[in-house]
């Protein structure tokens, strides 16, 4: 079983709408962090929420966290055509030493914006 | 400041030759992980460095794969002798010193694509 699933595994919205895209998890966890990958190029770091947090803002990204639900949201509002990519949550275990450990990913969502 | 960097960025190679990828991590940071995602998977964990040591090597699929980091700097992933279900892309990682009360994010190389014909 995997830890980090990502729902839906595709979205396709029009450029101006918002996405939302969904994480759940199965181990309690330090921490839960989203990254983008556009085709052929590394994952960018997006935002990173601890496990005491419930809910974190960076620019255009709101990312929520429900610790006993073990799932997480990325909301991206006024979407753009440069939003297109994959997009991918990774977790940090509970039980590593010191947020440093290796990340545990879903497979991810791949979010097309039609202009 | 340069980034994550990795060599070859992609490698074709018939099964049962060698093949060693090189990652190359941000100045300073001496957590180093690598990654790896086979067609349709999920990425996976490989291992992870603090400085030259092992941390953990938990995702290591077998013993046809040897990672060192001498003097803590770049590292290197060698598969040996590589199979069909090697194939897939490498990332590297890197990361400052942190703890739990200040957990960093990764910072991602570009990955190499390995082929193994």
């Known amino acids: 079983s995997q830890q980090g699933e990502e729902d839906p595994q595709a979205l396709s919205i029009q450029e101006g709408e918002n996405a939302t895209m969904n994480c759940s998890y199965k181990t309690s966890i330090n921490n839960l962090q989203w990254y983008r990958q556009n085709s052929g190029r590394g994952l960018v770091h997006l935002i990173l929420i601890r496990s005491n947090e419930r809910e974190k803002h960076s620019g255009r990204l709101r990312v929520t966290l429900d610790t006993s639900k073990k799932s997480s949201s990325l909301l991206i509002t006024a979407s753009r055509a440069a939003d297109t990519a994959s997009y991918f949550c990774?977790?940090?275990?509970?039980?590593?030493?010191?947020?440093?450990?290796?990340?545990?990913f879903g497979k991810g969502t791949h979010l097309i914006i039609q202009p | 400041e340069a980034g994550v960097t990795q060599f070859p960025s992609h490698s074709v190679i018939e099964k049962g030759q060698t093949v060693t990828l090189r990652c190359d991590p941000i100045?300073?940071?001496?957590?180093l992980y690598w990654y790896r995602r086979v067609m349709g998977k999920e990425i996976k964990f490989l291992l992870h460095?603090?400085?030259?040591?092992?941390?953990?090597e938990s995702g290591m699929p077998n013993n046809r794969f040897l990672a060192e980091r001498t003097g803590g700097t770049y590292s290197t992933l060698k598969v040996q002798p590589a199979e069909l279900e090697d194939s897939g892309v490498y990332f590297c990682?890197?990361?400052?010193?942190?703890?739990?009360?200040?957990?960093?994010?990764?910072?991602f190389g570009p990955g190499t694509r390995l082929t193994v014909t």
């Open positions: 460095f603090v400085k030259e040591s092992k941390q953990d």
């Open positions: 100045s300073g940071h001496d957590n």
């Open positions: 990682a890197s990361s400052p010193t942190s703890g739990w009360a200040r957990p960093y994010e990764q910072y």
């Open positions: 990774a977790t940090v275990s509970l039980d590593s030493g010191g947020g440093a450990d290796g990340l545990t």
